[in-house]
């Protein structure tokens, strides 16, 4: 006798197989990622340069703040490469972050018309945002060399905590881009979000500033584990091992939690955008 299966809304294989079917459409994620690249440099006086240009300045605005009129320790690393190393994670996140919470909305006409699973817009976005990643890192590598800074073997261990970047850029992108087609407000919300998350996360300061009362409350922060690694890996600076665990499993608690939310949303979006 044949066996059914009957697969009910909000079931836990309902949600599996949504998930398998993001590698059955790989081809659609890989061309909406192309496409996220191509446009946005698309029509620019300097185009691709703006990738190098941008954490440029970012990174000589972290450093007049926090190297010339704060002067903070920064481990005897000098704040330029310290700063760049900080800025690798957090600019790769809040790209990935900022994009995905409008991609479901903005892409609402191919919702409207054909099906496929809708979980592949914020995760083009990551993928998309990896060239400016590698840019970044490139950038930093030749910092390095004219700083005259040896690469050590723990350098390799920049690859896990890229893995962890990338992660935490799904995990709340994700979340936001659910959030966002049912309460608009994240729109507004999310930049504030990540200009105040942007000082909140050791980008040109060292955890180790941070009081010990809220080193608790600071760790929670994903990006801290996060950036602390990069500079351990590259700088051999002290690294607090702990903040490395509690940022891993806050990413998966968020991961889980955001793509469980969005697949739950799944069903409404076409109606609700």
């Known amino acids: 006798m044949a066996m059914?299966?009957?697969?009910?809304?909000?079931?836990?294989?309902?949600?599996?197989?949504?998930?398998?079917?993001?590698?059955?459409?790989?081809?659609?994620?890989r061309m909406l990622s192309y496409r996220d690249v191509r446009v946005r440099y698309a029509q620019t006086f300097l185009g691709m340069a703006w990738a190098i240009i941008n954490p440029i300045i970012s990174v000589l605005l972290l450093y007049f703040v926090f190297g010339v009129?704060?002067?903070?320790?920064?481990?005897?690393?000098?704040?330029?490469?310290?700063?760049?190393?900080?800025?690798c994670s957090w600019n790769y996140f809040s790209r990935v972050v900022g994009e995905a919470g409008s991609s479901v909305i903005g892409a609402q006409s191919l919702v409207k018309k054909v099906y496929f699973p809708r979980l592949i817009i914020p995760l083009s976005k990551s993928i998309s945002a990896?060239?400016?990643?590698?840019?970044?890192?490139?950038?930093?590598?030749i910092m390095m060399i004219a700083y005259d800074i040896p690469f050590r073997w723990q350098a390799i261990m920049i690859i896990p905590f890229t893995l962890m970047a990338i992660m935490a850029g799904i995990a709340f992108g994700v979340w936001i881009a659910a959030l966002t087609i049912r309460f608009?407000?994240?729109?507004?919300?999310?930049?504030?979000?990540l200009r105040i998350g942007m000082f909140l996360?050791?980008?040109?300061?060292?955890?180790?500033?941070?009081?010990q009362p809220?080193?608790?409350?600071?760790?929670?922060?994903?990006?801290?584990?996060?950036?602390e690694g990069f500079r351990w890996a590259l700088f051999n600076t002290p690294l607090d091992i702990n903040s490395v665990w509690i940022s891993l499993v806050v990413i998966l608690i968020i991961l889980i939690g955001g793509i469980w939310y969005f697949l739950r949303m799944d069903q409404y979006i076409a109606d609700i955008i």
């Open 4 to 29: 059914t299966t009957i697969i009910e809304a909000g079931s836990p294989v309902q949600y599996w197989r949504k998930i398998r079917e993001c590698w059955q459409y790989r081809d659609m994620l």
């Open 214 to 227: 809220y080193k608790w409350a600071f760790n929670l922060n994903p990006l801290t584990g996060i950036i």
């Open 130 to 141: 990896l060239i400016d990643l590698l840019i970044v890192i490139l950038m930093l590598a």
């Open 184 to 193: 608009r407000d994240f729109t507004h919300i999310l930049p504030l979000i």
């Open 201 to 211: 996360s050791p980008i040109a300061y060292g955890a180790s500033l941070v009081p």
């Open 69 to 87: 009129v704060v002067k903070v320790d920064t481990q005897g690393v000098p704040p330029l490469l310290f700063s760049m190393a900080g800025l």
